[in-house]
């Protein structure tokens, strides 16, 4: 891994869930790291989220390694969400990690993008 290709700012998110007032499950996310990533789009695939249609991208995002993520937590980039699905530590050396992650898609009319 070359440090000059990891370009992109990130945040890594972890959930913390609580019960509200009203005894309603809750889900917030916090920010515990900032990194540099390569984000790196692997496919594009439509899939229902709720009742709508929409695309669903897969990313491979690239890491310096770290033993702090978490399939359950995720990744911000622009305004853009990624929900991690898998890490791997790269090189079994602990230098670099490699992230699956995914994205949902939708263009601004409602229509899927693919």
């Known amino acids: 891994m070359k440090i000059g290709d990891l370009k992109r700012r ?3 998110q972890a959930p913390s869930d609580f019960i ?3 005894g309603q499950p809750v889900r917030n996310w916090t ?3 900032t990194i540099w990533a390569q984000i790196s789009p692997i496919s594009v695939a439509e899939g229902l989220f709720g009742s ?3 695309g669903l991208e897969t990313h491979s ?3 310096r390694w770290r033993d702090d993520v978490r399939v ?3 990744l911000l980039y622009d305004g853009r969400i990624f929900q991690i699905s898998s890490v791997r530590n790269l090189d079994e050396n ?3 990690m490699a992230i699956a992650a995914t994205e949902w ?3 601004p009319s409602g229509v899927v993008a693919t």
């Open 10 to 12: 990130m945040e890594l």
């Open 20 to 22: 509200d007032d009203l």
């Open 31 to 33: 920010t515990y790291a």
């Open 52 to 54: 709508q249609l929409k």
């Open 61 to 63: 995002i690239l890491i």
């Open 72 to 74: 359950n937590h995720r």
């Open 94 to 96: 602990r230098q670099a």
């Open 105 to 107: 898609l939708e263009s």
